[in-house]
């Protein structure tokens, strides 16, 4: 396992909880968090070569940001999440009959080696367990299969971008404690896995309204995690910094970082 992958007991427990906290706010975060732009999931399927009909997997599908753009596709979908409320929201908003979803973590998916022609992750593959992530991924892959790792940065407009990288210094640590985190093409290639990457951005732009900006900054891993009164006092300082802007713009880089599969590492 690549270096940077590596993680101590503390840090592995404080990521699988953390990541078991977004199940708690499934509706708020169907509501409030953004999707992925059309250009992004084309050339996720161009790149990789898979259409109508194709075994495609996404782990960690949430409420369906990143399904909902996959379904245009055709695809031969299969959605898993942790998340039994996840689950629930996304099957009622898309409907099971057109992806087969699972409430089951990706470290506990039953699936035959070789089995999709491209797995791919929204928002999701850094919770994964890193000794699992890249090894498994491969293995359920057919050859030629490809891996895809999307994500975004999202940055308020002034005064609040700033106002609010401060907020989240003065609590969380990092200026940056809300900036979804994707593997990168270092770290798919230090896997010793997957061929080169290839990593695409798509910038644009989105208007959120001030009780939407409220809602997305309490569906991040670092805030549920905090005390209620915390969490209480962050939102009354936001509600303050809010109080005369109605709607925020917000620019949004959604990206995609993805790899072919080695032909030794396919499905093995």
Same mark, same amino acid.
């Given at each position: 396992?690549?270096?940077?992958?590596?993680?101590?007991?503390?840090?592995?427990?404080?990521?699988?909880?953390?990541?078991?906290?977004?199940?708690?706010?499934?509706?708020?975060?169907?509501?409030?968090?953004?999707?992925?732009?059309?250009?992004?999931?084309?050339?996720?399927?161009? *790149?990789?070569?898979?259409?109508?009909? %194709?075994?495609?997997?996404?782990?960690?599908?949430? *409420?369906?940001?990143?399904?909902?753009?996959?379904?245009?596709? #055709?695809?031969?979908?299969?959605?898993?999440?942790?998340?039994?409320?996840?689950?629930?929201?996304?099957?009622?908003?898309?409907?099971? #009959?057109?992806?087969?979803?699972?409430?089951?973590? !990706?470290?506990?998916? %039953?699936?035959?080696?070789?089995? !999709?022609?491209?797995?791919?992750?929204?928002?999701?593959?850094?919770?994964?367990?890193?000794?699992?992530?890249?090894?498994?991924?491969?293995?359920?892959?057919?050859?030629?299969?490809?891996?895809?790792?999307? #994500?975004?940065?999202?940055?308020?407009?002034?005064?609040?971008?700033?106002?609010? %990288?401060?907020?989240?210094?003065?609590?969380?640590? *990092?200026?940056?404690?809300?900036?979804?985190?994707?593997?990168?093409?270092?770290?798919?290639?230090?896997?010793?896995?997957?061929?080169?990457?290839?990593?695409?951005?798509?910038?644009?732009?989105?208007?959120?309204?001030?009780? %939407?900006?409220?809602?997305?900054?309490?569906?991040?891993?670092?805030?549920?995690?905090?005390?209620?009164?915390?969490?209480?006092?962050?939102?009354?300082?936001?509600?303050?910094?809010?109080?005369?802007?109605?709607? =925020?713009?917000?620019?949004?880089?959604?990206? =995609?970082?993805?790899?072919?599969?080695?032909?030794?590492?396919?499905?093995?």
């Amino acid at each position: 396992m690549p270096a940077e992958e590596a993680e101590d007991e503390t840090e592995r427990n404080k990521r699988r909880y953390q990541r078991a906290l977004f199940d708690d706010v499934a509706q708020l975060y169907q509501a409030t968090r953004p999707g992925y732009p059309p250009e992004l999931t084309g050339f996720v399927a161009a *790149t990789a070569s898979v259409g109508a009909g %194709d075994p495609v997997l996404e782990v960690g599908c949430g *409420t369906g940001q990143l399904t909902q753009a996959l379904l245009p596709f #055709g695809f031969a979908l299969t959605a898993i999440d942790l998340g039994a409320a996840m689950i629930e929201v996304v099957s009622e908003r898309i409907g099971a #009959g057109r992806v087969t979803f699972r409430a089951v973590a !990706f470290e506990e998916l %039953d699936a035959a080696p070789g089995t !999709f022609g491209l797995v791919i992750a929204g928002a999701a593959f850094h919770w994964i367990d890193p000794e699992v992530r890249f090894r498994k991924a491969a293995r359920l892959l057919r050859p030629g299969g490809w891996l895809a790792v999307a #994500g975004y940065d999202e940055r308020y407009d002034e005064p609040l971008g700033s106002a609010l %990288d401060a907020m989240w210094l003065a609590r969380a640590g *990092t200026a940056g404690a809300w900036v979804t985190r994707s593997a990168d093409s270092a770290a798919i290639g230090g896997s010793g896995l997957f061929g080169p990457a290839a990593e695409r951005t798509f910038p644009h732009r989105i208007t959120r309204q001030a009780q %939407d900006v409220i809602g997305v900054e309490n569906t991040r891993a670092t805030s549920l995690s905090w005390p209620a009164a915390e969490r209480g006092a962050f939102n009354a300082e936001l509600r303050e910094r809010l109080r005369d802007l109605p709607e =925020v713009g917000v620019t949004v880089e959604a990206s =995609v970082t993805m790899a072919p599969v080695l032909p030794a590492a396919a499905g093995a």
